[in-house]
């Protein structure tokens, strides 16, 4: 069956009446094609940070739990994942199956030796990560660095973080990288990393060089807020304050970043998979406008990761919903059709 969908499209709300010609959308009538859903459109959900494919940290990737985790993401109408790291080399078929998200990834990641979770990731020493780094990103367009771990450990110095960018975008490459703390934040954004992973204490006073470098922030809000309440029932400890008094500044930095001009991506960091449009409310709950909460989870991150939306000639997605889902946010999870490369898939 050939796929056509009509209705308005967000981001602007145009009305489209688009055919799948194989995975390119044409608004040139096709024939035999027959109409999936009509209503409000989306190119699709986009989860900007999931790590999809086994079950503990530490434990090795796992074809069929990587599978089962795809399907969660396809059933809620996720079209696209970025997985800024990954329990091992994933398979071949991974962002290219039928019925599957389509993924960029970033491979395992990269950390100093000492931090990150056991069993996770190569380990490199400050001399050997651009290299690394680099050769990563050749591969597969991305690579992500551990800038920083536990409290007390030592962030990636700025100098060294510098030096990856530069090795990484050489071939043509994009940075990801992980902090949670002041230290690799700053370290981060000086060294102008493509994009800042979580960004818990992240300095403020950063948020307009990130704007205007492009830099992006992911901040899984949701999976904080999620963390939160466990841990303000916890001894006190160093990590205890850590982590309270930077998942309760979260939502405010996520909000300024926002207002700031950095581009936000949703990224759920969690298990179990298929659940962006919870990070999306978390975006609007913490004072994001709805629309710009629901770009972060679909249109924005989508063009971030270099795909078009809703137009001829891009590539065949939608999720298409019986209301203007920025009115109902609830509705996320429960579009009316999935379709993707041109194949209605729910
Ligand atoms: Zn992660």
Known sequence: MIARVRGRALPDGEYVDLYADGDRWTS????????????????????AHTHPGAEEPGDPMDDEILRADLHRHVDAGVTMIRSPGLPGE?????GAEPGLPRAVHAGPW????????????RRATHAELPALAAEQAKRTGWAKVIADWQTGDDAVPSDVLTAVVEAVHAVGGRLAVHSQHAAGGEAAVAAGVDSVEHGMWLDPGYLPDMAARGTALTPTLSVFQAALGRARDREDTPRKRWFVGGAEAHPALVVAAAEA?????AGTDSRPHGRVGDEIRALAEAGLRPHHALA??????????GLPGLVPGA????????????????????????????????
């Open 296 to 305: 972060a989870g679909s249109w924005a991150a989508r063009e971030y990761l």
């Open 28 to 47: 040139d009538p096709v024939p035999g094609a027959e109409l999936v859903a009509e209503g409000w459109l989306l190119p699709g959900l986009v989860d």
């Open 261 to 265: 001009g950095v581009k936000i991506l």
């Open 315 to 346: 590539p065949a997605d939608a999720v298409v919903y019986a209301e203007d889902p920025r009115e109902d946010l609830g509705q996320l999870e429960h579009p009316v059709a999935v379709v993707l490369r041109g194949v209605r898939v729910r």
């Open 90 to 94: 994933p398979p071949e078929w991974f």
């Open 110 to 121: 990269i950390a100093q030796h000492g931090e990150f979770f056991d069993g996770w990731g």
